[in-house]
């Protein structure tokens, strides 16, 4: 069990180097401990795979979920100008009328002539070139090719009973306003918060994860009085640059990316990207808008309905203006594993490690019995059960415990928690932390203590 520390490692290969890799070299990787460790499969694979489209196994769902409570935590549990809701994933179209997106929400889309493969024309590197075939001047005129899937409500398929299948969340915050703010009693500044699946006809999904045509996001609309826009906006990009470092992504690895006039969607008035630095380069992993008055407005006019807010002290009456904090997070896991995934040589052999936040590993803890000796397992089970309430916890009986710290190493487990011959006389565990893999030996009466103490933070 005694195993060397990493302050004695070499070769180790830390997220911040991920410059001086070769290229695509870490996300293969972690693509690949993605399949094999039950993260992330491709979906539909025994019928040759659904392009870009992935489902998430029992540890990949255990991480998201994760991802996504300590999202809802920091955005709503902790706030108390923060509610939430969980809206409708099918829309009439009359929404998506409302909120431009029937109009403006496309993107440019070109075919090569030559080898009839598809582009978005803002992501070619040369407007002229097919990246596909390396063809030059075969790329057709672009058209605005609208991302929103569409279909039918009900038996009968025709013009009236279309319904479309969201884009964003954020709509179902914006029609809900005046429902919500009544119930809650509530007064901007205030937020309404919401997670779900969102849908996207994407032109080229792809790199994994980072794009797919069905994901999720993690938004927030901060309804705010007007003048004080711009400084809840510089309020939240920040924010929110903070809760990926707070949560173990390395500073280096983010940034604000400003965005210029015409990059803007078509309700912003100033947006911010937290970008992380993927294998491929700088990208977006979330999006922090100023979305003024438009969507209130805009439905205003369209329902018929009053979305304002009157301050019953001051006799005000006023629109109030947007600031959304809008990530996804099937994305944010993505860029989690990729900054976690480390390689480092221990002994002679390559050990990998996901360096997860506690709160974002799939398991807080393993028990592993050292030997399939029923009596040690049948211990092994009572460890469990007074850990299974307090966190995730895997029981894993098979392989040599070498074997089994690599395996929870890879899912990134931050703690294990051995049981031997010796537990059965003295009634104690070894505990080994996956980082330093330093161990310690304490009463099974004081683990969940010892535990609380260093998964609390
Ligand atoms: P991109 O420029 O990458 O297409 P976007 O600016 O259209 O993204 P937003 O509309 O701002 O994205 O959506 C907010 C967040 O939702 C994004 O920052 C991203 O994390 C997530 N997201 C958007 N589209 C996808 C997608 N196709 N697959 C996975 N996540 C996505």
């Known amino acids: 069990m005694v195993e060397t520390a990493p302050s004695a490692a070499t070769g180790d290969t830390p997220a911040g180097d991920l410059a001086a890799e070769q290229n695509g070299e870490r996300l293969d990787a972690v693509v690949n401990l993605c399949k094999r460790r039950g993260f992330v499969f491709q979906s539909a694979e025994i019928y040759g795979g659904f392009r870009s489209t ?225 294998p491929w380069g700088w990208g977006e992993l979330e999006g922090v808008a100023n979305r003024t008055d438009y969507d209130l407005r805009r439905h205003a006019e369209h329902s018929g309905e009053k979305l304002e807010y009157f301050d019953a002290a001051t006799g005000e009456r006023y629109v109030p203006h947007v600031i959304e904090p809008a990530a996804g997070a099937t994305r944010a896991m993505m860029a989690f594993l990729l900054a976690a995934y480390h390689t480092e040589e221990v002994r002679g052999e390559t050990r990998t490690v996901l360096r997860l936040h506690h709160r974002l590993a799939p398991y807080q803890a393993a028990v592993l019995p050292l030997s399939r000796k029923e009596h040690l397992i049948e211990r092994a089970r009572q460890v469990l059960g007074t850990l299974a309430p307090h966190w995730m916890v895997d029981f894993d009986v098979t392989q040599s415990i070498g074997r089994r710290y690599r395996r929870q190493d890879e899912l990134g487990t931050p703690y294990c928690v051995t049981v031997d011959f010796e537990t059965l006389e003295d009634g104690a565990v070894t505990v080994r932390d996956r980082d330093s893999m330093a161990q310690d030996r304490l009463a099974i009466d004081d683990l969940v203590g010892y535990l609380h103490e260093r998964l609390a933070r």
Not at 121 to 144: A, F, K, M, V
Not at 191 to 209: C, H, W
Not at 224 to 234: I, K, R, Y
Request: net charge negative; glycine share 8%; charged share 25%.
């Open 54 to 278: 992935y489902d998430y196994g029992p540890v990949g769902a255990l991480m998201l979920r994760n991802v996504k409570e300590a999202w809802w935590r920091a955005m709503v549990q902790l706030r108390p100008d923060v509610v939430g809701i969980d809206a409708a994933i099918l829309s009439p179209p009359a929404v998506w009328e409302a909120s431009g997106h029937l109009e403006s929400f496309t993107d440019p889309l070109v075919v090569c002539r030559e080898c009839g493969r598809r582009h978005r024309e803002d992501q070619l590197e040369d407007s002229e070139l097919c990246p596909e075939c390396g063809s030059r001047g075969t790329l057709g005129e672009p058209r605005q090719f609208n991302l929103m899937f569409r279909t039918h409500a009900g038996p009968v398929v025709e013009t009236g009973a279309e319904v479309y299948l969201r884009p964003e969340t954020a709509q179902g915050m914006f029609v809900n306003f005046a429902n919500v703010q009544r119930a809650c009693r509530l007064r901007p500044p205030f937020g309404v918060a919401q997670i779900g699946k969102s849908f996207r006809n994407e032109i080229t999904p792809g790199n994994f994860i980072f794009r797919t045509r069905e994901f999720e996001q993690m938004e927030l609309e901060f309804f705010v009085p007007p003048a004080e826009a711009s400084g809840w906006f510089e309020y939240w990009c920040a924010e929110r640059l903070g809760w990926y470092v707070g949560l173990g992504i390395p500073e280096d690895l983010l940034r604000l990316r400003p965005h210029g006039p015409d990059e803007r969607s078509h309700y912003s008035d100033a947006t911010s990207d937290v970008e992380f630095r993927y």
